[in-house]
């Protein structure tokens, strides 16, 4: 299967600082998406991007798809924004989606 | 409109054991996928299941089964439970095979 690794694994930032968590992936892939799960293990849909940029609200991505990397970004910082982000790909022809390991962010006031 | 629903919302079980896990997709998505997650780690792919047949499964034993209704709700069965299979289950669903993943909030399954 398709490898995807995401760094750092663990981000402390001060409330209002901005971030960037990164995701490498190992093939081509027609489908990308980056997942916020919140400390309860709810996991929310932030985007579905498996080439070019997209923003939405503090947050933006990046995919990258013929350097094989995705980008996401994190600006102005919130408590509310603490959890372990998560990327995940998947290979065209595939069905499975792969997850990285995540980032674990933690905001603090 | 209701999001993903996934029922029970937490479970005991004895090793040896069978469980059953379902899902209801959001209305209208005709997709629906299962993921273990265990501590610490990703979600790791089970099965996905588009219009009523399965698309893909994951690397999992036999003893992991699953089916969608007409209704385009699921079920995850589990068989001869083993203390490893101890974890989060989190289905998702999706408009199309490939659209975005829109999470339930899992069923914690504890195997003793």
């Known amino acids: 299967g398709i490898q995807v690794e995401q760094s750092p694994p663990d981000l402390i930032l001060q409330e209002g600082a901005n971030s960037t968590l990164r995701c490498n992936f190992s093939?081509?892939?027609?489908?990308l998406q980056w997942f916020h799960q919140n400390p309860w293990g709810q996991l929310i849909n932030l985007f579905y991007?498996?080439?070019g940029t997209k923003q939405n609200g503090r947050l933006s991505a990046t995919t990258v798809a013929t350097e094989r990397y995705s980008l996401l970004y994190i600006s102005s910082s919130q408590t509310t924004d603490s959890g372990v982000y998560f990327c995940?790909?998947?290979?065209?022809?595939?069905?499975?989606?792969?997850f990285g390991t995540g980032t674990r962010l933690t905001v603090i006031p | 409109d209701a999001g993903v629903t996934q029922s029970p919302t937490h479970l005991i079980k004895t090793r040896g054991q069978h469980v059953t896990l379902r899902c209801s997709p959001i209305?209208?998505?005709?997709?629906v996928s299962w993921y273990q997650q265990v501590l610490g780690q990703g979600p790791q792919f089970i099965f996905q299941?588009?219009?009523?047949?399965?698309?893909g499964r994951g690397n999992f034993p036999d003893r992991f089964s699953a089916r969608q209704f007409p209704n385009y709700s699921s079920e995850l069965n589990v068989n001869a439970l083993l203390l490893g299979d101890s974890a989060l289950y989190l289905c998702?669903?999706?408009?199309?095979?490939?659209?975005?993943?829109?999470f339930g909030n899992g069923t914690r399954l504890t195997v003793t």
């Open positions: 998702a669903s999706s408009l199309l095979a490939d659209s975005p993943l829109h």
């Open positions: 093939d081509s892939v027609n489908n």
């Open positions: 991007i498996p080439s």
């Open positions: 995940a790909a998947k290979r065209a022809g595939a069905n499975n989606l792969f």
């Open positions: 209305s209208g998505h005709k997709s």
């Open positions: 299941y588009y219009e009523k047949e399965e698309r």
